[in-house]
T-cell receptor, first 114, second 115 residues
Framework: NAGVTQTPKFRILKIGQSMTLQCAQDMNHNYMYWYRQDPGMGLKLIYYSVGAGITDKGEVPNGYNVSRSTTEDFPLRLELAAPSQTSVYFC?????????????FGPGTRLTVL | KQEVTQIPAALSVPEGENLVLNCSFTDSAIYNLQWFRQDPGKGLTSLLLIQSSQREQTSGRLNASLDKSSGRSTLYIAASQPGDSATYLCAVAPAGGTSYGKLTFGQGTILTVHP
């Protein structure tokens, strides 16, 4: 049971480049989330999904896009990367929404935009 | 807007000490509060989840309390060990509405337990 997996672990982008951060879970969870964590800060929600085909914005969605075509996968797309997007990105999933149960986190992707 | 604050930002203690980490939140309309542990370069691991109707939860040497009316939670670690060294984050889940799983996190407390 792999839980929540994320790829890549590290990435360096140049300003203006685009990339997709991959996230997959094998727990058959309906709810999935993308967070970013800046140094010395807590996590901020970027986007979330309550099931395949359904996504919604979180607290800091600008500059990002998501899709959810399957229950297992929830990729995060960065278009026109900017230095402000330098951060550690975490994907998470849960079986219930609304904070009813705990969220399971992936190991994170460390992104640097130069 | 919910705001979550954790005090202290960093804590260094000798092995064996009992310690308390604090978490405060501004909006008492929460569904639950969770404590997470984050090891360097790793993701978050859930430690304890306290429902809004509960006063405390225990797991091994960890005990978390919740006082919803005053907007406070504490994480008590008994007989600390070097392996407890990590960043501890608290997060609150909103009550009601359409805020599915929209946890609001504190900035974390960096704990170092030295031998």
């Amino acid at each position: 049971n792999a839980g929540v997996t994320q790829t890549p672990k590290f990435r360096i982008l140049k300003i203006g480049q685009s990339m997709t951060l991959q996230c997959a879970q094998d727990m058959n969870h309906n709810y999935m989330y993308w967070y970013r964590q800046d140094p010395g800060m807590g996590l901020k929600l970027i986007y979330y999904s309550v099931g395949a085909g359904i996504t919604d914005k979180g607290e800091v969605p600008n500059g990002y896009n998501v899709s959810r075509s399957t229950t297992e996968d929830f990729p995060l797309r960065l278009e026109l990367a900017a230095p402000s997007q330098t951060s550690v990105y975490f994907c998470a999933s849960s079986s219930l929404g609304g904070g009813l149960d705990t969220q399971y986190f992936g190991p994170g992707t460390r992104l640097t935009v130069l | 807007k919910q705001e979550v604050t954790q005090i202290p930002a960093a804590l260094s203690v000798p092995e064996g000490e009992n310690l308390v980490l604090n978490c405060s939140f501004t909006d008492s309309a929460i569904y639950n509060l969770q404590w997470f542990r984050q090891d360097p370069g790793k993701g978050l691991t859930s430690l304890l989840l306290i429902q809004s109707s509960q006063r405390e939860q225990t797991s091994g040497r960890l005990n978390a309390s919740l006082d919803k009316s005053s907007g406070r939670s504490t994480l008590y670690i008994a007989a600390s060990q070097p392996g407890d060294s990590a960043t501890y984050l608290c997060a609150v889940a909103p009550a009601g509405g359409t805020s599915y799983g929209k946890l609001t996190f504190g900035q974390g407390t960096i704990l170092t337990v030295h031998p």
